[in-house]
């Protein structure tokens, strides 16, 4: 499956940016991915920002909880990363994930994702 990130861009400190990550239409069901969120700033390591499940389960990382919400529309084959309050710290390529699982899985970790996108921007000035 092809995935398709946008959404990023520059904005400044406590404001606000939409990202979605669209499925191509071959890429089978998307209600039965996994799908998750990380993010890499310049010279660091790629992190884990957000993750929901098949049934809907989310789950964040810290740095972002109360700020951020995941969430997936399987009929248009999308999932959303709503980001409120941004902070300079913030600032990275963010990108999506799936992996395909059965329904009862409530964790996926980095490594086990198969399906990558490609990444987008986000540039939060102070």
């Known amino acids: 499956v092809q995935l398709q990130a946008s959404g990023g861009g520059l904005v400044q400190a406590g404001g606000s940016l939409r990202l979605s990550c669209t499925a191509s239409?071959?890429?089978?069901?998307?209600?039965?991915?996994?799908l998750g969120w990380f993010r890499q700033a310049p010279g660091k390591e790629r992190e884990f920002v957000a993750d929901?499940?098949?049934?809907?389960?989310?789950n964040y990382a810290n740095a972002v909880k109360g700020r951020f919400t995941i969430s997936r529309d399987n009929d248009k084959k999308t999932v959303y990363l709503q980001m409120n309050s941004l902070r300079p710290e913030d600032t990275a390529v963010y990108y999506c994930?799936?992996?395909?699982?059965?329904?009862?899985?409530?964790?996926?970790?980095?490594?086990?994702?198969?399906?990558w996108g490609q990444g987008t921007l986000v540039t939060v000035s102070s």
């Open positions: 994930a799936a992996e395909p699982v059965i329904y009862s899985i409530s964790t996926v970790s980095q490594d086990q994702y198969d399906y």
């Open positions: 929901i499940s098949r049934s809907f389960r989310t």
């Open positions: 239409a071959s890429g089978g069901t998307f209600s039965r991915f996994f």
